[in-house]
């Protein structure tokens, strides 16, 4: 059996465009918030899960693609043919520190940043 007042409150906000009164919500978090050790540990444990999900799916993948770009740029000499990460085919005819210069297929060159070297490709 509701109370007077809880039965007035209940007749009041049968409405569902009606809110309840601030009251009954603050006394609902209070009572939610009674076992705030084990929200904060659970909340903790989601945490550290997600960041370990982000950091195998994003951060690991991406250090390992870094890091066999930067042995490619090492290993780049004059001579290998190349592909561009905007999908040009070349051959490396001179390097500098920022760029390489590349000779296409009809003899004309090209002059194409460093980093936007893709791979190397098998000569054909």
């Given at each position: ?62 250090r390992?693609r ?38 296409v ?20």
């Amino acid at each position: 059996m509701l109370s007077a007042s809880a039965a007035n409150l209940q007749r009041r906000y049968d409405s569902p465009l009606r809110l309840p009164p601030l009251e009954v919500t603050l006394n609902a978090l209070m009572f939610a918030q009674q076992d705030s050790g084990s929200t904060v540990v659970t909340l903790i444990l989601y945490a550290a899960i997600l960041g370990g999900i982000f950091w195998f799916l994003i951060i690991r993948p991406n250090r390992g693609r870094a890091r066999r770009h930067q042995e490619l740029m090492a290993t780049l000499a004059v001579g290998d043919e190349i592909q561009t990460a905007g999908g040009i085919y070349g051959i490396v005819r001179d390097i500098s520190e920022e760029s390489a210069v590349i000779e296409v297929e009809g003899g004309g060159t090209l002059r194409v940043a460093r980093r936007a070297i893709a791979a190397k490709t098998e000569a054909q």
